[in-house]
């Protein structure tokens, strides 16, 4: 086959087969996977219009594009899939139970409440918690980790429950985002006086694509001008017709804030699951789920919670969360007490993680603790590489020199590393808000829980960031790494403080204005002739000082006759010196400047940048 020349390379050309390539590979990556010199692929780019190096992690359309080019077809492969197929390797199945039928038992529903803001989420998660028939017995203290577990009777029976109690559907729409299901049932929380709002519809449609049976709670009863028939009319429009209008959603009439009727959307609950769901789990297996909640806890280390979907995770077991493994040094229920083991549908606090995963991370437990670091570092490297892929910026050959020269798009990127998901989250929304003008852009390239890390560092780099650690500090070597490699990593504990500061540096990047200082005047008193280096000043410095290298303008008679001279040599008697200071004597050289007369004065100066106020 004729081989095509790009640029005077020749090129490997398909026909069209399928190259398959993770997100955020680079032209290395390419190129081996065709056996070509990576070299060709960045002179392709190039000719696109492209610059890219040969290691540099790509976007999706750079790896689509570059593969039109040579008539090859790319399959990117998502993290999601590259992750099952990374748990193949190791012989893990994620996501299904082992054995068969009769291994299975009931495992209580996963709920999370969605809605409108102040329609009633929080009160109602509280007012759920209150009525909660397990914690009675404790009489101890109630632990926020995240989610918690209720029992509720439903036809003499004892029926748990489990409630994520993360604030709002964030949470939810991140988790289904990354692939991972975590709530069986949705219940709506509507205000009765209220009515349906646009974060209801939201909701509804969150919950509806994945495929979550809803149950409404229609809230705030004890209102006046409460209508909760018009909540259920407004509703049939999105198709959630109650039962008693032949519809088969349930909906309960609640107040939250008095615990009215809680009882009854808790069985209402129970019944949508029995009716339209098949809940059940395998106890006996490995146990596998998902992370809820995690934050780096100052005594005691990275602090996730956990929930168990199938197996049971026992205290002693080695697990595997995104990218952080370990052995479970202990667990707590959600009432503070230490457990031993926690089965399908649990939600547990897990202690003796390495670092802090991320929500939504799935977890698993392994059987060696080799396996566990390394599936680990497969995914941790597999992350850093996608937000490298992220933060590539495209610059087209046309506009480079443009973009540079103008210095029109000056861009401030971050990294914010936090203690908690929710201080990074605070943070990083009020730093997008800093109103700091057009001319600078702030963009967060990377968010985490946890300490400042070498991977971060290596983003930093890449991207010219800057790391911002929020009650947390560097890992190991990382900050080493950051001092070799000139990373500004800064370390606040005080949100304020934080954006005071991160304000103050986009001043600085913004468009310089410079003002004139005037720096010192100097009387010539004799005129040298040098044949090499032209009319030589012979000088008293009359005020300031006059320093080599600064600008200077010529006055005669009180008139400026020359500008933008520059004092291109500086002497006192044979020395050359960079200053000289008011009541000296020295010579000074214009550089090619020659005209020079006995009185002129000789007025140096410079650009200072002003202050930004
Ligand atoms: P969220 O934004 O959905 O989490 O709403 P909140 O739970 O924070 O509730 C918003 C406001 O409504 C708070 O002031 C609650 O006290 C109030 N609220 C919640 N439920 C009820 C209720 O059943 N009756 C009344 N009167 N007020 C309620």
Request: net charge negative; no cysteine; charged share 25%.
């Amino acid at each position: 086959m004729q081989a095509p020349s790009v640029g005077g390379v020749m090129l490997p050309r398909g026909n069209g087969e399928a190259i398959r390539l993770s997100r955020g590979a680079s032209l290395t990556d390419f190129a081996e996977k065709i056996n070509a010199n990576p070299a060709s692929l960045v002179a392709v780019m190039m000719n696109l219009g492209e610059m890219v190096t040969a290691t540099q992690s790509v976007s999706d359309e750079t790896l689509q594009l570059l593969a039109g080019e040579m008539n090859y077809t790319v399959q990117i492969v998502s993290p999601e899939e590259e992750d099952r197929e990374l748990l193949e390797s190791f012989d893990i199945e994620f996501g299904e139970d082992e054995g068969d039928e009769e291994d299975l038992v009931v495992r209580p529903p996963v709920v999370t409440v969605m809605g409108h803001v102040d329609h009633g989420k929080t009160r109602l998660l509280d007012a759920i918690r209150k009525t909660n028939v397990i914690a009675g017995e404790a009489g101890g203290i109630t632990q926020h980790i995240g989610a918690y577990q209720v029992a509720t009777e439903v036809n003499d029976e004892e029926r748990k429950i489990t409630f994520i109690d993360t604030p709002g559907h964030e949470a939810f729409t991140a988790m289904r985002a990354r692939g991972a299901k975590s709530t069986d049932i949705a219940i709506l929380v509507v205000a009765a006086n209220d009515g349906v709002m646009p974060q209801t519809v939201e909701a509804l449609n969150h919950a509806k694509a994945a495929d979550v049976p809803i149950v409404v709670a229609v809230n705030k009863i004890d209102v006046e001008g409460a209508d909760p028939t018009k909540v259920r009319g407004q509703l049939t429009e999105y198709g959630l017709v109650a039962e008693e209008y032949g519809g088969d959603t349930m909906f309960v009439d609640i107040s939250a804030k008095q615990g009215l009727h809680i009882d009854s959307l808790l069985e209402a609950v129970v019944l949508t699951a029995d009716a339209s769901l098949d809940l059940r789990a395998n106890p006996h297996q490995d146990a596998q789920g998902i992370s809820i909640e995690s934050r780096l806890d100052r005594g005691r280390g990275a602090v996730a919670t956990v929930l168990v979907q199938r197996g049971t995770l026992r205290v002693g077991d080695t697990m595997v969360v995104g990218d952080a493994y370990g052995r479970v040094r202990a667990m707590l229920d959600d009432n503070g007490n230490n457990v031993a083991e926690a089965g399908p549908s649990t939600p547990v606090q897990v202690l003796g993680l390495t670092n802090v995963p991320g929500a939504g991370d799935n977890f698993l437990v392994v059987d060696e603790d080799r396996t566990a670091r390394q599936i680990a570092e497969k995914r941790a490297a597999r992350e850093r590489n996608a937000a490298f892929a992220k933060r590539t910026r495209r610059v087209s050959l046309e506009d480079l020199d443009k973009v540079l020269k103008a210095g029109e798009v000056q861009q401030l990127n971050l990294i914010i590393k936090g203690d908690a998901s929710g201080s990074v989250e605070a943070l990083e929304s009020s730093l997008l808000q800093l109103d700091v003008g057009e001319e600078v852009d702030i963009r967060v390239l990377h968010r985490g829980v946890g300490a400042v890390t070498e991977s971060d560092i290596d983003l930093a780099m890449g991207s010219d960031a800057i790391v911002i650690g929020f009650n947390v500090r560097a890992a190991g070597r990382a900050a080493q790494m950051a001092e070799r490699e000139g990373v500004d990593v800064r370390y606040y504990s005080v949100i304020y403080q934080a954006i005071e500061e991160i304000e103050a540096a986009l001043k600085g990047m913004l468009k310089p204005e410079y003002e004139e200082v005037e720096l010192g005047t100097a009387e010539i008193r004799e005129v040298f002739k040098s044949s090499k280096l032209g009319n030589i000043a012979g000088v008293l410095v009359r005020s300031g000082e006059v320093k080599r290298n600064t600008k200077a303008r010529l006055i005669r008679d009180g008139k400026v006759v020359a500008e933008n001279l520059t004092i291109s040599g500086l002497r006192r008697f044979k020395d050359d010196v960079t200053e000289i200071r008011e009541g000296f004597e020295g010579g000074i050289n214009l550089g090619n400047f020659n005209d020079i007369k006995v009185d002129d004065v000789i007025a140096t100066y410079e650009m200072r940048e002003k202050p930004r106020v």
